[in-house]
């Protein structure tokens, strides 16, 4: 996933036995648990509000606030110039 392997992974566990102890290691485990579920959940979300704009929509879009802020700058310079 991170591109932790088995090893590192039982000695970040060892340290974080070593640094919090046995008592507070189900509450960190949960705050961890949680945080990646809201990670998964928020990435999700993200996925899906792009996914219901179709791209060519998007595109058109794009297109049409670029020719707008092209032509806006056009126009200034025009009555910079004169």
């Known amino acids: 996933m991170f591109?932790?392997?088995?090893?590192e992974l039982i000695v970040i566990l060892i340290l974080v036995l070593i640094l919090f102890g046995p008592r507070r290691?189900?509450?960190?485990?949960?705050?961890?648990?949680?945080?990646?579920r809201q990670l998964r959940r928020t990435?999700?979300?993200f996925q899906d509000a792009i996914e219901q704009e179709p791209?060519?929509?998007?595109?058109?879009?794009?297109?049409?606030k670029l020719s707008?802020?092209?032509?806006?700058?056009?126009?200034g310079k025009d009555s910079e110039s004169g």
Do not use: C, H, Y
């Open 3 to 7: 591109g932790v392997g088995t090893q």
């Open 25 to 36: 290691l189900p509450e960190i485990g949960r705050a961890i648990g949680k945080a990646v």
């Open 43 to 45: 990435t999700q979300d």
């Open 55 to 64: 791209p060519e929509e998007i595109r058109k879009e794009v297109e049409k």
């Open 68 to 75: 707008e802020n092209i032509s806006r700058e056009e126009g």
